[in-house]
């Protein structure tokens, strides 16, 4: 059980736009710490797709693309591109575990 | 290239003890909280543990409470995870992270814990 929730699966067409939620609570999002999101292919580290809520790492495109409000948050993906396929993560702090919490992950499909 | 890298990892059977490493270059560690995060084969992530710049606090998720301890060297730059009475629970992909505003993530390690 995860202290942050996700979908466990969302799909799409190729250059389609699909959301990933991201619902947490008052110790962690809702306390106003910031949320990252996670992309991890298969065999891979997790790769730093999304941080600070909205902003993203050099390389990252502009399809992607986050945001918060009270305690949840968003990704979302727009342009569908079969190279999306992976499991995304959502990350914040929470000030109870005085850590990091994830959520569960979500499995992107491209149809 | 700034970077972490993690080492350490094996396997090891029930009961055991295994240390963990993570090196870090390109940046100056000493101005970060670290911490370690894990994955269990199949399974999602999760956090496992941090440390403060200085080493004067230290958090644990319950699950490895009085069995993991996480300490760093701030003049080698490396932070470390000395995991004692491993469980098979254990077993799972092991990264260490820097807490930041961007975080950074090393390649992981991998941990098996089996007889």
């Known amino acids: 059980q995860s202290v942050l929730t996700q979908p466990p699966s969302v799909s799409g067409a190729p250059g389609q736009r699909v959301t990933i939620s991201c619902t947490g609570s008052s110790s962690n999002i809702g306390a106003g710490y910031d949320v990252n999101w996670y992309q991890q292919l298969p065999g891979t580290a997790p790769k730093l797709l999304i941080y600070?809520?909205?902003n993203r790492p050099s390389g990252v495109p502009d399809r992607f693309s986050g945001s918060k409000s009270g305690t949840s948050a968003s990704l979302a993906i727009t342009g569908l591109q079969a190279e999306d396929e992976a499991d995304y993560y959502c990350?914040?702090?929470?000030?109870?575990?005085?850590?990091?919490?994830f959520g569960g992950g979500t499995k992107l499909t491209v149809l | 290239e700034v970077q972490l890298v993690e080492s350490g990892g094996g396997l090891v059977q029930p009961g055991g003890s295994l240390r963990l490493s993570c090196a870090a270059s390109r940046f100056t560690f000493s101005n970060y909280w670290m911490s370690w995060v894990r994955q269990a084969p199949g399974k999602g992530l999760e956090w496992v543990a941090n440390i403060k710049q200085d080493g004067s606090e230290k958090y644990y998720v319950d699950s490895v409470k009085g069995r993991f301890t996480i300490f760093r060297d701030n003049a080698k730059k490396t932070l470390y995870l000395q995991m004692n009475s491993l469980r098979a629970e254990d077993t799972a992909v092991y990264y260490c992270a820097r807490v930041g505003v961007q975080p950074l993530w090393g390649q992981g390690t991998t941990v098996t814990v089996s007889s």
């Open positions: 600070g809520n909205r």
């Open positions: 990350q914040s702090y929470d000030n109870r575990l005085s850590g990091w919490v």
